[in-house]
């Protein structure tokens, strides 16, 4: 029996409504999905108001006809944004999500950590202590609301690019925040530095080290090296990263965790599917 929890994003499936995103999905042998509401449904905005315990049970059950499961409802905001208006309503709607992310089924609302850009593109003072401590303030608030609900928040770190940019980062802000419902989303190729992934088996063991406990689900992709630099968000299989070895950390480390997969489409899915599940198989 498969210990790789597999899924995808369902925002890789285009947009429609519920049931016809459910379905086009449910062709596919994948267990869960990460679930984008504005992404996948053209009648949800970035705004918060929309949801609703009604709309969240219609969605889960929709996918569950499917036998899919809703790993992680994506909220991406920006938790630093430049523009204090635009920054509270981003969470208020994350807020929203996790709410009622119990009636989609689901444990965890996921987000990167910002920039000082308004577009969470690179930004120098990413780095600098007051973007960190600013973080804070607003992963805390999210977390306050995390725990009435019985859910968690889901950290992704970006190297280079976002707030929380280094593993020392995301464990400064962990005991910073000091939540048992504030956890991580691991995205190796996210979280490689530029100029090391080379040495990716090293990063993904310190990794498990620095935060493994903390870890809640895993982001799947692909990366190549150009210069010696990381390039690309490819699909899983396209290029360098080792997922023989990420995978057997999980089936050690954490068996059947929701692992989801990028970058996927209705061209790809199956040559990508296959490449996991021989992935999956082998040791290193």
């Known amino acids: 029996m498969s210990q790789i929890n597999i899924g995808v ?3 890789d499936y ?4 519920v049931k016809d995103i459910a379905q086009r999905i449910g062709q596919y042998p ?6 984008a509401l504005p992404k996948s449904f053209p009648f949800i905005e970035e705004k918060p108001g929309q949801i609703s315990p ?3 049970n219609y969605v889960r059950d929709a996918f569950a006809e499917q036998n899919i499961s809703i790993a992680v409802l994506g909220c991406y905001i920006n938790p630093i944004h430049p523009d204090p208006t635009e920054r509270e309503l981003a969470l208020q709607r994350f807020e929203e999500h996790l709410q009622f992310a119990r009636d989609f089924g689901c444990a965890i609302v996921g987000t990167e950590t910002g920039s000082r850009n308004a577009d969470c593109t690179y930004h120098p003072d990413n780095h600098s202590q007051a973007a960190f401590d600013e973080l804070v303030v607003s992963v805390k608030r999210l977390a306050s609301v995390a725990e009435r609900h019985g859910v968690f928040v889901g950290i992704e770190g970006v190297a280079h690019h976002h707030t929380i940019n280094t593993y020392e980062r995301m464990n400064a802000l962990l005991d910073a925040v000091d ?5 991580v989303i691991y995205d190796p190729v996210n979280f490689f530095p530029l100029k090391e992934c080379h040495e990716q088996q090293r990063l993904m ?3 498990f080290e620095a935060f493994g406990n903390h870890i809640v689900a895993i982001h799947c992709k692909d990366f190549v090296k150009e210069d010696g630099m990381k390039a690309g968000d490819l699909p899983s299989g396209t290029g360098e990263m080792d997922h023989v070895h990420l995978f057997n950390l999980l089936k050690q480390k954490k068996p059947n965790i929701h692992v ?3 970058s996927t489409s209705e061209q790809n899915v199956d040559e990508i599917l296959q490449f996991v599940r021989d992935a999956e198989t082998r040791t290193d």
């Open 205 to 207: 063991n310190e990794a």
């Open 260 to 262: 989801i997969l990028e």
């Open 30 to 35: 994948v267990s869960c999905v990460q679930l």
């Open 54 to 56: 009604g709309f969240g």
């Open 179 to 183: 939540s048992p419902n504030v956890k």
């Open 14 to 17: 285009g947009q429609g409504g």
């Open 9 to 11: 994003r369902a925002h």
